[in-house]
Each structure stands twice: as C-alpha cells, then as structure tokens.
C-alpha cells in the first residue's frame, strides 16, 4: 500500500475548493447587469464615507445598509471609446468585459473574455454547473466567452429549476450518459475534420477556424466536466423550495430567475452566476411604467426613477432570500460577493457610474460605504470580487489593481 497526499477530491464536495480552511464555506460570485443606467441623482448618496443617507432609489435596501456599498467614480474608459458598436452595444456587451471593441484593426467589433468566465477557469470544475446566466429574456448577452462569443442566457425559470434538481433514477443517468458519449463523438469527428480543412485555407479564415476551434474544445472541457458529476449524487430540492412557473409578468421572472438563483447557490450546484435583470425594452406596467425602459432614459426621469426604485425591490428580495440561508456560522449573504450596476448612467454617460457591491465575500469585504473612485476603471471592482473567491488575477482588462475598500 502507498499512502497518496490529501487531495481536494477527499473533501465532501460541499467544501471542494475551500480545503485550506474546511470550515470556511466557499464564496459565491454574482453578476447583475440592468441595461440603460440609471437615474443617477436618485440612485448616488449625496454624502461619502458611512454616513450617508440613502437617497430614493436606494431605500427598499434600507434592511441590507451594513451589507452593502455604493461605489461611484468607476467607469470602462476603453470600451466607450467611440467606434461603430454604439453606446448601447457598448453597455451591454462590454460591461463585463471592459473590452475596446475596436482593438483589431481591420475588424469592426470584437469581444473578449467576460469576468464571470474567468471566474469559471478557476472555480468552475468545483460544482455540477461550472456557471449559471440567467434572464427573463428579450435581453442580449452579457456573457462572453474566452474568444469573445457571447453565451446565451437561460430565460426559463422553471426549466432552470429542472435542470438544477433533474431526474436521478438510474434511467435517467443512463439517458444521460448516452447524450454525453454522443456529444463527445460528434466533437471528436468535427475537431478531426477541422484538421484536415485548415490545410487548405487562407490566413483571414484560418482565424476564424481557430475561433472556432476553441469554442469547441471549451464545449469539450465542459462535457467532460459533466460526465465527471454524472456519477455523483444531485443534491435534493430544499425543503419548503417550489417549482416555478414558467409565466407571469416581468417582475414575477425576475423574482423566479433569483429563487432559482438561491436555490443554486444554497446547494452549491454553482459559485458563479450572472443575472440580467433589466434591459432598453423592459415594461413594467403592474408599476404604472407600460413603455420601454430606453424610452425613460431620454425623456422620463419620473418614470426612469420609478423602474430603477422598482428593480431594488428585486434586489431586495434576492438579498433576503440569501440572508435567510444559514451556513457556517453566518448566512448565504455573508459568503457572496454580488455586483448591481450598469455600464451607463443617467442620459447615457459613462464616465461616472454607480455600482453596488454586495455582501462580505466570506468576511473579505468591509461594507457601508461609500465611495468615490475618481475615475479608476471599473475592472478594478471586478479583481476585488474575484480576489474574495480566491481568484487571484493580476489584470483584468484595463485593471492592474484592485480597489481599496
């Protein structure tokens, strides 16, 4: 017999990733993007440090002051350069990426890697579901991958909650199973076929091929990641949990997406999830607010303010659902490090905006301030975040440091 080193596969996979110290539960990572900015003399305190008051937008957070803190001045100085995307391009697909779109000459738009799936490199293997992007639909994405692709988000809530808590009868893995071999079959005979065709075209398409290459071999990684967690034991629905519905108005989706969220989180499927919950077209007329949220930003502010004020309440809502979930000691909330914001501000700026930073990221993050950046690059934030989840990432797009907080 030979004795093997401890491994992290020896750990209950509830605390696979957190070995050094096992009685630290793992810190959860979320993104939650709303389209268009926001009505920013409503949404930014007047004061600075931790004796702020919460100006309107940001009341329905009053139960969470201790939990969380507006950091204004930040702002994606390269990715709102002027160039043929446009700033509402440029919000959505650049927010969590801070990519200068027009970086290769000779092409008119490219993407990189968004934050959330660097976060993926590192923690993604840990859980069933490497990373979740959730919302209510009707959006673009957010998400983009290694090479700049965007990855489409789930808009279903309760097909959501299927896939998290799916059939775990002995049929249903051997169904399962079957589906794998297939995939893996179909992508070992078209990176084969790649193989043969890139002998024989030019350089332009021979970039492309390698783009496309490599969204294959990440689809590889992925499934081998899935028949890696087939053999292990889903977690059960937890008690009291209900399957959603897969209608209703907006805001009962939104409300649903985060539910499902939680759920996710709370049995540690996944430590990276992104949520879109608000884009241009968004209407909310249970509100009193029936026309698209972009039409507000050029000519309602009333109505701008009312629908900002309207998404805390979701927020809120996700904020004490995490709360509510006990866990080493502490809570769900206490364990996450959560981002709120957008890539614009009121009247489509972009050099000024106000994010939230959510939750003590496992006791890393001190909260109740606020704080102006004086123009520091929103990437920043980003490295603070992944730092709590024990990310350590030198840059991220135009970002070297983190921020002080």
């Not at 793992?26 to 949404?43: C, K, N, Q, Y």
């Not at 930014?44 to 702020?52: E, I, L, M, N």
């Not at 738009?109 to 959330?116: C, E, G, I, P």
């Not at 989840?389 to 983190?402: I, L, S």
Request: with cysteine.
């Amino acid at each position: 017999m030979v004795a093997l080193p401890f491994l992290e596969a020896m750990s209950p996979r509830r605390l696979m990733g957190a070995v050094s110290d096992p009685d630290k539960a793992p810190v959860r990572l979320v993104f939650i993007h709303t389209e268009s900015g926001m009505w920013m003399d409503a949404f930014k305190p007047k004061a600075f440090g931790r004796d702020f008051a919460l100006p309107s937008t940001l009341e329905p957070l009053a139960a969470f002051r201790e939990d969380f803190s507006v950091c204004t001045g930040l702002f994606h100085a390269a990715a709102f350069k002027r160039n043929a995307c446009g700033r509402h391009c440029q919000d959505t697909t650049c927010f969590l990426t801070g990519a200068d779109l027009g970086a290769v000459p000779g092409v008119p738009s490219r993407n990189t890697v968004s934050v959330d799936q660097v976060a993926v490199r590192h923690l993604g293997e840990r859980t069933r579901f490497p990373h979740l992007h959730f919302s209510p639909g009707g959006i673009d994405s957010i998400v983009y991958s290694e090479t700049g692709t965007p990855i489409p988000a789930e808009t279903n809530p309760q097909a959501a909650f299927n896939r998290l808590f799916a059939d775990q009868s002995p049929e249903a893995r051997a169904a399962a199973k079957r589906r794998l071999a297939l995939n893996k079959s179909v992508l070992d005979d078209v990176l084969e076929s790649a193989k043969d065709l890139e002998k024989r075209i030019g350089n332009q398409d021979k970039a492309k091929l390698d783009e496309y290459l490599t969204n294959l071999r990440e689809v590889e990684r992925r499934t081998q990641v899935s028949e890696k967690w087939l053999d292990q034991p889903a977690p059960s629905v937890p008690e009291g949990a209900k399957e959603p519905s897969d209608g209703g108005t907006r805001s009962e989706r939104i409300r649903a997406m985060m539910d499902v969220t939680a759920l996710a989180l709370q049995t540690d499927q996944t430590r990276v999830v992104t949520l879109q919950i608000g884009g241009m077209g968004c209407t909310y007329p249970e509100i009193g607010a029936p026309d698209g949220y972009h039409k507000y930003t050029h000519e309602d502010p009333k109505n701008m303010q009312k629908v900002d004020r309207h998404r805390m309440t979701h927020l809120a809502h996700f904020l004490e659902r995490l709360r509510s979930i006990k866990e080493g000691g502490r809570n769900l909330l206490y364990n996450s490090s959560i981002l709120y914001g957008s890539g614009m501000g009121s009247w489509h700026e972009s050099t000024d905006l106000a994010n939230l930073l959510i939750g003590h990221g496992g006791g890393t993050l001190k909260q109740g301030i606020h704080t102006d950046y004086k123009g520091k690059p929103l990437s920043s934030l980003f490295l603070t975040m992944l730092a709590t989840a024990g990310v350590e990432e030198k840059r991220f797009a135009d970002a070297g440091d983190r921020l002080s907080l």
